[in-house]
């Protein structure tokens, strides 16, 4: 089961779909938001983990610190995106480098086994085979002053839409994880054991109005925990909800844990 959901997770069409709805509905601008955060960071390297289709790699190159970027991938058809959409922005003085491997396996790479100033993981992480390994092998590719950047979702993001599923299904236990515990209850935990590490939290908070069933629907064909056998099912509980509301309203909770090397 763990194997089809990483499957669905880095599903080119699905991240797109998901991508577009968030941005399409929702109330505030995750991009600003991330922005925020990394101008407070100073990085001419940055090893960009779970890069998918390139989102964080265009933040990264129009960084002006930046020289060096290195996205990896366990999708093909996603960093083939990720180049289309990267290459215009690239300058003389950017190089980026793209390569398609599993997270437990980008180390056993020379190209990749180097120092960075930056390492980051957006929505990716909980999918590592062994968390505790992967995030002190990222720790240990940091340069001095290094920052390792992890966001994901946590608490009660997808909470309006998972009430409605879990009346008639079971949703997978990683799903649930990733989107709600992982990130205090397993990451937050690790990286303050690490010595030399200090440890800060961001949040941020976008309510997606879904202006229909249909685009409710949309969205969970595109989720990591669409259930096709209980989809008419769920389009009708939606369709009656809509009879009373104009909007179905999930909010999505987003963390950004900033962990710095000392």
């Known amino acids: 089961m763990e194997e089809i959901l990483k499957l669905k997770a880095s599903d080119t069409a699905s991240l797109e779909a998901r991508g577009e709805a968030n941005k399409k509905?929702?109330?505030?601008?995750?991009?600003?938001w991330v922005k925020r955060i990394l101008s407070r960071i100073n990085c001419s390297s940055v090893l960009d983990v779970c890069c998918g289709t390139g989102n964080q790699l265009t933040y990264y190159i129009q960084m002006p610190c930046t020289t060096n970027i290195l996205g990896v991938d366990i999708s093909k058809d996603s960093l083939k995106i990720a180049r289309q959409r990267c290459?215009?922005?690239?300058?003389?003085?950017?190089?980026?480098?793209?390569?398609?491997?599993?997270?437990?396996?980008?180390?056993?790479?020379?190209?990749?086994?180097?120092?960075?100033?930056?390492?980051?993981?957006?929505?990716?992480?909980y999918y590592a085979e062994d968390v505790d390994v992967i995030v002190e092998?990222?720790?240990d590719h940091l340069n001095h002053k290094g920052v390792f950047l992890i966001v994901g979702p946590y608490g009660k993001n997808?909470?309006?839409?998972?009430?409605?599923?879990?009346?008639?299904?079971?949703?997978p236990e990683l799903v649930i994880k990733s989107s709600t515990t992982f990130m205090q209850?397993?990451?937050?935990?690790?990286?303050?054991?690490?010595?030399?590490?200090?440890v800060d939290t961001e949040t941020f908070v976008n309510p997606i109005l879904y202006p229909?069933?249909?685009?409710?629907m949309d969205y969970w064909q595109a989720s990591t925990f669409y259930v096709p056998q209980y989809h008419s099912t769920i389009q009708q509980e939606l369709e009656k909800r809509f009879e009373n509301h104009d909007v179905f309203v999930v909010e999505k909770h987003i963390m950004a844990i900033i962990a710095s090397k000392l």
């Open 25 to 32: 509905y929702g109330i505030q601008d995750f991009d600003t």
């Open 87 to 125: 290459e215009y922005l690239l300058s003389t003085n950017k190089k980026l480098t793209l390569k398609c491997c599993k997270m437990e396996e980008m180390f056993d790479d020379k190209e990749i086994d180097r120092q960075y100033d930056l390492i980051s993981c957006f929505y990716g992480l």
């Open 137 to 139: 092998r990222m720790i």
């Open 158 to 171: 997808n909470a309006s839409l998972f009430e409605i599923i879990q009346k008639h299904c079971m949703i």
């Open 185 to 198: 209850e397993d990451l937050i935990l690790k990286l303050v054991t690490l010595p030399g590490i200090s």
């Open 212 to 216: 229909s069933p249909q685009a409710v």
